[in-house]
């Protein structure tokens, strides 16, 4: 639960972490503890902003509702699900605000695209107040408002929306507002729908919100009850898997890696970037995850749009495959920078799009195909053509496993011969090897083993340095890097073997502080962009799963419960955290959740 004063009080911007995220496996909405909604794109992840105040107080638009007096507000989540409550704590009494996204079956009430928010008086009497303030396609286009009898319409030229309420709404220029009072026992209900073509504006009352209310716990529920998982963290690994299956786009099984753009690694930096897209590594690393709490639905999902839209031999310059997809499938993801807006906090720029597309990151391939082995193992087995596909991917990278890349960090400051990528490389083939070996499949297997044994070779003399007696972030370098802390997690290297020890006793001693981790010194090795940044969450996790792996359970359950206390009220965690403990980055990040589920999965077992 989190406490935050009434209102946005001294600042016109709610801290990232003092978020809850709701949505319908099409898009989300961030609300914020003064229960204002500030970021909502409708219809999908990578859609225009509708609600954006979160990057622009002025001109990104908002949805506020809350108590019309001062209050203590308390956020938390109906049990087991993604319905969110915000809780007001006056002197005359307590209201609550009930958010959710109705998560419909049917084509066409998934067209509405709904968000419902209904308030409710639980004890005493309460005035509240509500704004609802759209600002269409990030802020930049105008829009109309026209009441069509009770039923407030927003148009756009590219999408209109329709408030229906149980209270009376006033216009104000392009906005409405409505003031109310409720007394104990009594609620209103707001609903903001996509209405256009074959959807007409259609009224929410009491006993519909109540009804879609049951409908969306009962999904939640359901879905979760699939989980395997019963170990000693299991709100909080429950938590993380209700926020993956949040992050995935149920029409096409894409997973993106955050619903949102721009969100500062560092305040008053240029470290923004928009990850509302599919990155190839993220959602394999997501599908492990989940196949691991016992949910092969959505991995089967993801292997349907692997299928669908990455398909090898595409001849593009960063490879058969690109590092990331829109959600959708498509690889045009040109980077736009939005001027209009000021950026969260005054951190600029708004970027839009993702220009690291056209990245040749080698250490996808590994992520991938380990995902495809995981798949094959536990869920279904690949298909034929499933086949092929892998055989084209890793007969390539046998070819081209020794290039210089961007690596799995997206530098922007050129090309370098990563050993993560290498790392990467030996693991798609090599789990390539086991599954042809175990089902009998066919592969090119003696060229397959001289390629994945000479990859092993090379990273254990060019990667290794004598100087730091650690494997280092690049060839012939001297500089650490915590994504290889993979090394062991992956099979590559025994936990316990002696450089390993020496590389993690250098990695903690460079990296590490108070179990949170650094990805690397920008300043040893330049990435191309200009300011710090927080330590990177998932690589914390990994540090936990390193330790455990090394026999150090002590140390790691203690870095793992120290972790635990950097997320939010709602156990959300963001990209990064920095040096004060903030939660700084895109929010909720797929990346750390995924690593939480993995760490207290094998921490689990490990202490029996």
């Known amino acids: 639960m989190s406490s935050y004063?009434?209102?946005?009080?001294?600042?016109?911007?709610?801290?990232?972490?003092?978020?809850?995220?709701?949505?319908?496996?099409?898009?989300?909405?961030?609300?914020?503890?003064?229960?204002?909604?500030?970021?909502?794109?409708?219809?999908?992840?990578?859609?225009?902003?509708?609600?954006?105040?979160?990057?622009?107080?002025?001109?990104?638009?908002?949805?506020?509702l809350a108590a019309a007096v001062p209050a203590r507000t308390k956020q938390f989540y109906f049990p087991d699900t993604?319905?969110?409550?915000?809780?007001?704590?006056?002197e005359d009494g307590v209201g609550e605000v009930q958010d959710f996204m109705p998560v419909t079956g049917g084509a066409a009430e998934a067209e509405r695209h709904r968000l419902i928010r209904r308030v409710v008086c639980v004890r005493g009497a309460l005035p509240f107040r509500t704004r609802v303030a759209p600002r269409f396609h990030y802020g930049a286009l105008p829009h109309t408002l026209r009441m069509a009898g009770d039923v407030a319409v927003f148009e756009s030229e590219e999408l209109s929306l329709a408030l229906t309420a149980t209270v009376p709404l006033e216009t104000d220029g392009p906005d409405v507002h409505a003031d109310f009072k409720l007394s104990e026992g009594e609620s209103a209900v707001f609903a903001l729908d996509r209405v256009g073509g074959q959807?007409?504006?259609?009224?929410c009352a009491h006993h519909e919100a109540e009804a879609e209310f049951a409908a969306t716990v009962a999904y939640w529920r359901r879905w979760l009850s699939a989980s395997g998982y019963r170990g000693r963290w299991r709100e909080m690994?429950?938590?993380?898997?209700?926020?993956?299956?949040?992050?995935?786009?149920?029409?096409?099984?894409?997973?993106?890696?955050?619903?949102?753009?721009?969100?500062p690694e560092q305040m008053g930096g240029e470290r923004n970037w928009d990850y509302r897209y599919v990155w190839v590594r993220d959602a394999a690393f997501c599908v492990y995850a989940l196949l691991r709490l016992g949910f092969t639905g959505e991995a089967e999902a993801f292997m349907e749009f692997v299928t669908r839209h990455i398909s090898p031999g595409d001849g593009n310059p960063s490879g058969p495959l690109q590092i990331m997809y829109g959600i959708d499938g498509r690889t045009d993801l040109t980077e736009t920078v939005l001027?209009?807006?000021?950026?969260h906090r005054g951190s600029g720029p708004v970027r839009i799009g993702n220009s690291a597309a056209d990245q040749l990151q080698l250490d996808i391939y590994g992520a991938l195909i380990d995902s495809i082995y995981l798949y094959d193992k536990w869920a279904r087995p690949v298909s034929s053509a499933q086949w092929d596909d892998v055989c084209a991917l890793v007969d390539w990278v046998c070819a081209h496993w020794d290039q210089p890349d961007e690596g799995i960090w997206e530098t922007r400051g050129g090309r370098k011969d990563f050993l993560y990528s290498r790392l990467m490389c030996w693991v798609a083939i090599e789990r390539a090897i086991r599954m042809a070996n175990r089902r009998g499949l066919p592969a090119d297997l003696s060229r397959w083993r001289e390629c994945r044994d000479t990859i092993y070779r090379r990273i254990h003399t060019r990667g290794w340095s004598r100087n730091r007696r650690a494997f280092v972030q690049y060839e012939d370098g001297d500089v650490l890097d915590a994504a290889l802390l993979m090394m062991p997690l992956s099979k590559f290297i025994a936990p316990t073997d002696p450089k390993w020890l020496s590389t993690l006793d250098a990695l903690t001693h460079d990296l590490v502080s108070d179990s949170l981790v650094y990805r690397y010194d920008p300043m040893a090795s330049p990435d191309g962009v200009r300011g710090d940044e927080g330590t990177f969450s998932?690589?914390?996790?990994?540090?936990?799963?390193?330790?455990?792996?090394?026999?150090?359970?002590?140390?790691?359950?203690?870095?793992?419960?120290k972790m635990l206390t950097y997320a939010n009220h709602l156990g959300l965690y963001a990209e990064e955290i920095s040096r004060t403990g903030q939660q700084q980055g895109n929010f909720p990040q797929a990346f750390t959740h995924l690593a939480l589920i993995s760490a207290a999965f094998n921490l689990d077992r490990a202490l029996g």
């Open 5 to 64: 004063p009434y209102a946005h009080q001294g600042t016109r911007y709610l801290p990232i972490a003092e978020h809850g995220l709701i949505g319908d496996l099409r898009s989300v909405a961030l609300v914020g503890t003064d229960g204002t909604v500030d970021w909502y794109c409708c219809g999908a992840f990578d859609a225009p902003s509708v609600f954006g105040s979160i990057l622009d107080a002025e001109r990104g638009g908002r949805f506020e």
């Open 82 to 90: 993604n319905v969110l409550i915000t809780r007001f704590f006056t």
């Open 199 to 203: 959807v007409r504006p259609r009224q």
């Open 237 to 263: 690994v429950h938590r993380s898997a209700l926020t993956l299956k949040l992050l995935t786009y149920a029409p096409t099984g894409a997973i993106v890696a955050a619903p949102t753009t721009s969100l």
């Open 339 to 343: 001027l209009h807006l000021e950026g």
């Open 538 to 561: 998932i690589c914390s996790f990994w540090y936990v799963e390193a330790l455990v792996h090394a026999g150090r359970l002590d140390e790691a359950r203690l870095s793992f419960e």
